[in-house]
């Protein structure tokens, strides 16, 4: 076994062996319970940057002292920089002090000392639903990047976790970051209102209701740094593949968005067709995004004529409550110069469409647009929706007609909170539901039907 380790940065460098007692002993253990108000971070295996931007920003409810647990090496190395750039930049520096256990005990580590009430996980998702599961036995609360599973073997695991956390009165919660960008809200806000949307259709599997793409990319900035990913990211039997990992962003929008603050159950979903397909990674690709000068062995199984084959793409079209949806998610190495990852959707109504776009004429800014106008004149589209900008609770909303048959809505700068912001957004609001003890009613079930979603895509189009 390696030998195991404790850091507290920037306090002091210490070195434990793995039988220490240290903060593991029963009078020391911290209460895991919310009646303190004050929320302990428990950051356990963070190799994906997520983890990191999680404490991108500080909480007034959360201690700035979080233990991190994790084998050593690159991964975690790289979540140090991370925290430690962030404790250092010039404008709002953040103050937190990581106290870090390295060892490959690291997890029955974490359970034995307690040191926190809640735990991050954001990492290699093979064993996620094997963490989720023994954190929340253990009591703790659990704020998990997407996507919990991987696998539709996990998904029962999944659903007794949700079980037992009701049971333990803890919060199981997963990071969805895309219900916090501007333009998918307004697109929800106004495909709530039948004045300009009218209803949304029902379609079908050929003309689907709703339409959502993501296009991703392996190399890629965070936080004005080159992104260095683990190898282990391009093994879909550790990251999941294109069908289980972005696509739970997507899904959650489709039932966020279409059927808002309602109570889901896998029954309401009937899948229709899935396919896959893979990115082809040449070995010069892979070196520049890892730093590695070869493929490790797990990953030879996935390489043909010299290229590694990276099953990350995925299309599904499957009814939600009678409601046709479409998703599809595509990786590609490097985004064109000026652009990054890529989001198209549109929701079809019985008055317009709701379309939001991502592409060169955009500058690549997400811009919404009613669109493909019917049942109504152009004229009378347009006094619909200036009222309906009005009532919004957004300073500044105006519009401007494009083409023939179309209006762009504009936004302002303020409003355009960037990705790793939203990460911010989604904390404290779980924070809030911490607080109050409890989530939305439709929270759970939602996320209980969109694993189930995304894990039955994946056996469909494996053919299992």
């Avoid at 899948?271 to 995004?289: K, N």
């Amino acid at each position: 076994m390696k030998k195991s380790f404790l850091i507290i940065i920037p306090v002091a460098y210490l070195i434990s062996s793995c039988g220490s007692g240290g903060s593991g002993s029963q009078e020391e253990k911290t209460d895991v319970s919310m009646e303190s108000k004050q929320v302990k971070l428990i950051t356990v295996d963070p190799g994906h940057f997520h983890a990191s931007l999680v404490q991108k920003s500080m909480y007034e409810q959360v201690s700035p002292d979080v233990h991190v647990y994790a084998p050593d090496g690159p991964d975690i190395a790289q979540h140090l920089n991370r925290i430690n750039g962030y404790n250092t930049r010039s404008a709002d520096p953040t103050s937190w002090n990581e106290i870090v256990y390295k060892g490959d005990d690291f997890f029955e580590k974490m359970l034995a000392e307690m040191a926190g009430n809640v735990v991050v996980l954001s990492g290699n998702n093979k064993k996620k639903a094997e963490y989720i599961t023994r954190s929340v036995d253990a009591g703790l609360n659990v704020l998990a990047d997407k996507p919990m599973i991987i696998r539709s073997e996990d998904f029962q695991a999944l659903e007794n976790a949700f079980k037992a956390a009701e049971q333990k009165g803890v919060l199981l919660y997963d990071i969805m970051t895309e219900r916090f960008e501007i333009t998918t809200l307004l697109q929800k806000l106004l495909s709530m209102n039948p004045s300009v949307f009218g209803t949304l259709v029902n379609g079908s599997e050929k003309e689907p209701a709703v339409t959502k793409v993501s296009v991703h990319h392996f190399s890629k900035l965070v936080s004005g740094n080159p992104l260095i990913r683990p190898a282990w990211f391009f093994d879909v039997e550790q990251q999941g593949e294109g069908l289980v990992d972005i696509t739970t962003h997507l899904v959650d929008l489709v039932q966020w968005e279409c059927f808002s603050e309602q109570v889901l159950s896998p029954a309401v979903v009937k899948m229709v067709s899935a396919r896959r397909w893979p990115t082809l990674i040449t070995d010069e690709e892979f070196r520049g995004v890892t730093g590695l000068d070869a493929f490790p062995e797990y990953l030879k199984k996935d390489i043909k004529d010299g290229k590694l084959n990276v099953y990350s793409n995925g299309e599904m079209v499957y009814s939600l409550k009678g409601v046709f949806a479409k998703i599809s998610v595509e990786w590609k190495y490097k985004a064109p110069e000026g652009a990054g990852d890529t989001h198209y959707s549109t929701m079809r109504g019985t008055q317009c469409d709701l379309t939001v776009k991502q592409g060169p004429d955009e500058k690549y800014i997400p811009t919404l647009y009613a669109e493909n106008i019917k049942g109504l004149t152009l004229n009378e589209l347009e006094a619909r929706l200036k009222t309906a900008l009005n009532e919004l609770p957004y300073d500044s909303l105006s519009y401007e007609k494009v083409g023939a048959n179309s209006f762009k809505i504009n936004v302002l700068p303020k409003y355009r909170v960037s990705h790793e912001e939203h990460f911010a957004q989604v904390t404290s609001k779980y924070l809030e539901f911490l607080k109050e003890g409890k989530m939305p009613e439709w929270e759970v079930p939602g996320m209980i039907t969109k694993y189930y979603t995304t894990t039955s895509a994946l056996k469909l189009a494996k053919g299992k």
